[in-house]
Nanobody
Framework: QVQLVESGGGLVQAGGSLRLSCAAY????????RGWFRQAPGKGREFVVA????????YYAESVKGRFTISRDNAKNTVYLQMNSLKPEDTAVYYC???????????????WGQGTQVTVSS
């Protein structure tokens, strides 16, 4: 079992920044890959970014490239999502996910956090 706890969401104006954190507990040595997904009201869950255990492999959605940066501190079992130049269309609940292999597909992840709300006002 892996428990994921997200934090750092909130309300920000367009052009602003937020930093999300995802702390993991439990069998983190098995489920090492991390992904961030988001879900806006009335829409399906959307891939945002993913990172491998070593951090050597990262994948970004085209919509966030150049604005969002994922990183991780394995000593703290924590993954971070730095979000800059935020846009109103980034408004969503952001979910952290853990899986064995890094991937873009939500189906590749076995554990999910409860989500944290990000709201970007225009």
């Amino acid at each position: 079992q892996v428990q994921l706890v997200e934090s750092g969401g909130g309300l920000v104006q367009a052009g602003g920044s937020l930093r999300l954190s995802c702390a993991a507990y439990g069998r983190t040595n098995t489920y090492r890959a991390r992904g961030w997904f988001r879900q806006a009201p009335g829409k399906g869950r959307e891939f945002v970014v993913a990172i491998s255990w070593s951090g050597d492999s990262t994948y970004y959605a085209e919509s966030v490239k150049g604005r969002f940066t994922i990183s991780r501190d394995n000593a703290k079992n924590t993954v971070y999502l730095q979000m800059n130049s935020l846009k109103p269309e980034d408004t969503a609940v952001y979910y952290c996910a853990a899986g064995i292999m890094v991937a873009r597909a939500a189906s590749a992840y076995d554990y999910w956090g409860q989500g944290t709300q990000v709201t970007v006002s225009s």
